[in-house]
């Protein structure tokens, strides 16, 4: 089993729900975050192309959503790929994908283990 961790923009949340549920993988958990990649956050210049003494707005955390999936070993390429198919538009802040391993599952109500409790 591996975790799966995804670092979307907000506006993508819906459409990675749905080609997930589509490609066999409707469980997931999304929680609003906030963040910053390489580029330290937003520097914005109210005064679009003029710099009145450099000085800019800066927005240091960025909204994001951040999901996690549990799924089979196998399923991990397959859910990646829409994950990346969904999100990647080429342009900085369309997140990341992190894989973890999971060493054991239990479903609470049940009592099943490993791969029968997803």
């Known amino acids: 089993m591996r975790e799966i961790m995804a670092i979307i923009r907000m506006n993508k949340i819906q459409q990675t729900k749905d080609a997930l549920a589509e490609a066999g993988c409707p469980c ?21 192309n003029v710099e009145p003494d450099n000085k800019k707005a800066e927005i240091r955390f ?10 089979e070993d196998e399923s991990v390429p397959s859910v990646i790929d829409t994950i990346m198919r969904i999100n990647r538009t ?29």
């Open 62 to 71: 960025i909204p994001k959503r951040l999901l996690t999936l549990v799924v």
């Open 90 to 118: 080429g342009m900085i802040g369309d997140g990341r994908v992190f894989v973890c391993p999971i060493n054991d599952a239990v479903r609470v109500r049940t009592g099943e283990k490993g791969n029968d409790a997803l």
């Open 28 to 48: 997931l958990t999304a929680i609003k975050v906030f963040g910053r990649g390489k580029q330290k956050g937003l520097y914005l210049n109210p005064l679009g």
